[in-house]
């Protein structure tokens, strides 16, 4: 969702409100019941939720209209990027890159954790 909303082709209001509803479902979901999962699994959905809310909060900042003033003034309180350029390929090499890592990884802890075979795996993706 994050992927699309933030994409070149614009902002819409139901791509912001679908990606809160299903990260909001998600998390809650993950706090109740993540005394079930190891360490090394927590903390990549810790990180996972962690890069989700920032690029959700980045790609909310750069859809509004904002004055230059008003933009480094909500940036320097930030770990962020600071220009608009800047903050736009942050956007786009979180999406592209570290988030679908970091979902990846998360595949395959849940994979071993539900001891699914690589075989089982191979099937489904021919």
Not at 2 to 9: C, D, Y
Not at 38 to 65: G, M, N, P, W
Not at 89 to 112: G, T
């Amino acid at each position: 969702m994050l992927r699309v909303w933030g994409s070149p082709f614009g902002y819409q209001e139901e791509q912001r409100r679908g990606f809160e509803r299903r990260y909001d479902e998600l998390y809650r979901y993950y706090r109740a019941h993540s005394l079930w999962v190891d360490d090394q699994t927590r903390e990549r959905l810790d990180a996972f939720f962690k890069e989700a809310r920032e690029v959700h909060h980045t790609i909310s900042d750069l859809q509004e209209s904002y004055s230059p003033e008003e933009w480094n003034e909500i940036q320097s309180s930030s770990d962020q990027p600071q220009t608009k350029v800047e903050a736009r390929a942050w956007v786009r090499e979180k999406v592209a890159k570290e988030i679908p890592n970091l979902m990846e990884q998360l595949r395959e802890d849940f994979r071993e954790i539900l001891e699914i075979s690589d075989l089982r795996d191979r099937a489904t993706r021919s």
